[in-house]
């Protein structure tokens, strides 16, 4: 079974500085992997997704996520964070769940808080 | 307008009581989905329903009795209301149920408190 570990519970910075937030994965067959964000009282936003062909995704907000098959990983990076990006971050897999039915697996999530 | 609408967004109510959650998508999307997110932010998925269709149903109680009647609807009964049953549950769809795409839209939750 497809599965995403997420290894941070929660990530403290300082403002403008960078981040990582650290997504492995395990699979056997092709992975599709994706980051979500969900901000405080709010449903969850699709952030970037990793599909296929160039294994540097980005985001319009600035983050950026690599496909790293030879480490089954899928870090979330941006260079320099805001106050505004304090939310909890999750990494998901899309899982096959029975016949042609699939499902998307949620990690455990990052809280990322950015302080001043 | 809201890509995937539900309501309530609170519901608070006694143990042994029933409870309805409903959901509405407007972005033509042939899958949907309810996932719960527990106090730890764990999310779970629930029901998947493919065109009015059940296809996967996650080893949860027969209490949650989700329904689809039209594929811009999907709703989620409640019966016999436990503590346990606290939580926020999302409401999500997709494209299809290759779920790639544009991936997941997700509602804005509804937070159920069992007191």
């Known amino acids: 079974a497809q599965s995403v570990t997420q290894l941070d519970s929660q990530v403290p910075v300082f403002e403008e500085a960078p981040v990582e937030l650290r997504c492995n994965y395990s699979s056997s067959v092709s992975v599709y992997l994706f980051w979500y964000v969900q901000y405080p009282n709010q449903g969850l936003q699709l952030l970037l997704k990793y599909l296929s062909g160039s294994t540097l995704v980005e985001s319009i907000n600035g983050f950026e996520a690599e496909f790293n098959k030879s480490q089954t990983s899928f870090h979330l990076r941006k260079p320099s964070v805001h106050i505004s990006d304090t939310a909890e971050y999750f990494c998901?897999?899309?899982?096959?769940?029975?016949?042609?039915?699939?499902?998307?697996?949620f990690g455990k999530g990052t809280l990322l808080t950015v302080n001043p | 307008d809201t890509a995937v609408s539900q309501t309530p967004k609170y519901l608070v109510t006694q143990m042994g009581n029933d409870k309805s959650i409903k959901c509405e998508q407007n972005l033509g999307h042939d899958t949907m989905y309810w996932y719960k997110q527990d106090s730890k932010k764990f999310l779970k998925i629930m029901f998947s329903?493919?065109?009015?269709?059940?296809?996967i149903n996650e080893t949860v109680p027969n209490r949650f009795s989700p329904k689809s009647p039209d594929k811009a609807h999907l709703n989620l009964h409640i019966n016999s209301l436990e503590l346990g049953d606290s939580a926020v549950y999302f409401c999500?769809?997709?494209?299809?149920?290759?779920?790639?795409?544009?991936?997941?839209?997700f509602g804005s939750g509804t937070r159920l408190t069992v007191v």
């Open positions: 999500a769809s997709s494209q299809d149920i290759q779920g790639l795409g544009y991936g997941y839209t």
């Open positions: 998901a897999v899309r899982q096959p769940s029975g016949g042609s039915n699939y499902k998307l697996t």
């Open positions: 329903y493919n065109n009015k269709e059940l296809i």
